[in-house]
């Protein structure tokens, strides 16, 4: 069964940084895009970052592009998110999400993992 596990979420203040981390498991994802989404409260689930199979290419939402950066270890099967220069517009619960045709949309995503809380505080 495949299964995508985030960690790393916390408490952190303004301006200051974090990593997530995605480990995946039940199946490879080499073949599959990997990318993270954030839901706040009240709030529809958006795009944050993706990065192709390879992982020779990223790409970013507006919101955070400059301070977020996406990797990913198909080796270990794992995807990170580096986050710098935190916000506390940046507060949500991130997932982590696979999908075998890529793209900034949510719904195009076909697993996903249980979400992990981040808050900024101002």
């Known amino acids: 069964q495949a299964q995508l596990v985030e960690s790393g979420g916390g408490l952190v203040q303004a301006g200051g940084s974090m990593r997530l981390s995605c480990a995946a498991s039940?199946?490879?994802?080499?073949?599959?895009?990997l990318g993270w989404c954030r839901q706040a409260p009240g709030k529809e689930r958006e795009f944050v970052a993706r990065t192709t199979s390879s992982g020779s290419r990223s790409y970013y939402s507006n919101y955070v592009n400059g301070r977020f950066t996406i990797s990913r270890d198909n080796a270990k099967n794992t995807v990170s998110l580096q986050m710098n220069s935190l916000k506390p517009e940046d507060t949500a619960v991130y997932y982590c999400?696979?999908?075998?045709?890529?793209?900034?949309?949510?719904?195009?995503?076909?697993?996903w993992g249980q979400g992990t809380q981040v808050t900024v505080s101002s």
């Open positions: 039940g199946r490879t994802f080499v073949t599959y895009a």
């Open positions: 999400a696979a999908s075998l045709v890529g793209g900034p949309d949510p719904a195009r995503y076909a697993y």
